[in-house]
């Protein structure tokens, strides 16, 4: 979605449009990274490469200074007790930390803007190892320049394109830590299954979840996108009028988008969940008088979901789904 780019000042509802225009593009992936050991080495042991989208990464000792330039790359390196002495701050003014952060960062280490990567900021954190598996800002010059700063650890084919458990995965064997990951990702698999034990109704049901702005309704449909992927695990699918509905082209791949003449449909999901742009957007969703009559939201079984819960479920990352379940569940229970 182009019209999503961020200026160099995001506003906070700016920036999650960006994380929103990144997460409907999203497909889960098929393989994890290739990650090889130099010859003699342990498997987590150093020197290592990783192979990635942009080439190949060699880390010749375990990294004690991490910059991370992503916030599922923060969210990550930081449940794994990585020393990260530089990082994107989040979105919200009101609290740069990401609200399911395990431990929070000073305010001196969230130096950086993830709508826009300050190279010599980067560098005077003085990192060995610059993570930037979900970092939107990264491009093949930028990659190049960071490179003479720190290796980088870049994504494994595109953004967004791998699942949370390779990229979990990925930032484990970078930081020498392939045990600490993979506790992450089981625990992670357990939040969800606690989920379904909990809410044992909503196996089979339907959902749509999308971004109401402007006239148009986005909704992230494709089987492939994190999202998509994510609730499936939960147990919850996309109805059957949208799940086989041809892409827009001007949209991104897996997204359908409709107008509001078609919002009767919506009422072919069980539960919907809907995140805005803006205030305005919002206003003129839930005031619209085809709304108003859809059973899904007179019955409940709505949420306007709030920027942080929308932006993880965006691109999940293991380290947040305990928090992100939490979220969802006082609407899922009305299932």
């Known amino acids: 979605m182009d019209i999503l780019r961020p200026s160099r000042r995001a506003t906070a509802a700016t920036l999650l449009a960006l994380t929103v225009a990144i ?173 379904k034990t909990d809410l044992p109704n909503i196996a089979g049901k339907t959902y749509l979840y999308g971004q109401a702005r402007g006239e148009v309704i986005p909704l992230v449909v494709g089987a492939d996108n994190l999202s998509t992927k994510f609730m499936g695990a939960l147990g919850l699918k996309v109805p059957d009028k949208f799940a086989n509905a041809p892409a827009s082209d001007t949209l991104a791949p897996g997204t359908i988008g409709i107008s509001y003449e078609r919002v009767p449909d919506l009422d072919t999901a069980n539960v919907l969940f809907m995140t805005f742009p803006s205030a305005a957007d919002q206003q003129t969703f839930e005031g619209n008088a085809l709304v108003k009559k859809l059973k899904v939201v007179s019955g409940g079984h709505y949420l306007a979901t709030p920027l942080p819960a929308a932006q993880l479920l965006q691109g999940p990352n293991v380290a947040g789904v305990s928090w992100l379940v939490e979220q969802l569940k006082p609407t899922l229970q009305k299932l």
């Open 23 to 195: 997460g409907l593009t999203g497909c889960g992936g098929d393989e994890p990274a290739t990650t090889t050991a130099e010859a003699g080495a342990a498997a987590t042991g150093f020197p290592l490469t990783i192979t990635h989208a942009f080439g190949s990464t060699t880390i010749a000792r375990k990294p004690q200074r991490v910059v991370a330039l992503g916030w599922n790359d923060l969210a990550v390196a930081n449940a794994l007790g990585a020393d990260v002495v530089g990082a994107v701050k989040y979105f919200d003014p009101a609290s740069p930390n990401l609200p399911y952060i395990k431990k929070p960062l000073p305010e001196e280490a969230l130096g950086l803007d993830a709508a826009q990567i300050n190279l010599e900021k980067v560098a005077s954190y003085k990192p060995d190892v610059i993570l930037a598996t979900s970092s939107n800002q990264l491009k093949p010059e930028t990659y190049a320049t960071l490179s003479k700063i720190a290796p980088v650890v870049a994504y494994a084919k595109s953004l967004y394109g791998s699942t949370m458990e390779e990229d979990a995965q990925l930032i484990g064997k970078a930081i020498g830590d392939d045990a600490g990951a993979q506790k992450l990702i089981d625990e992670a698999h357990a939040a969800i299954e606690k989920t």
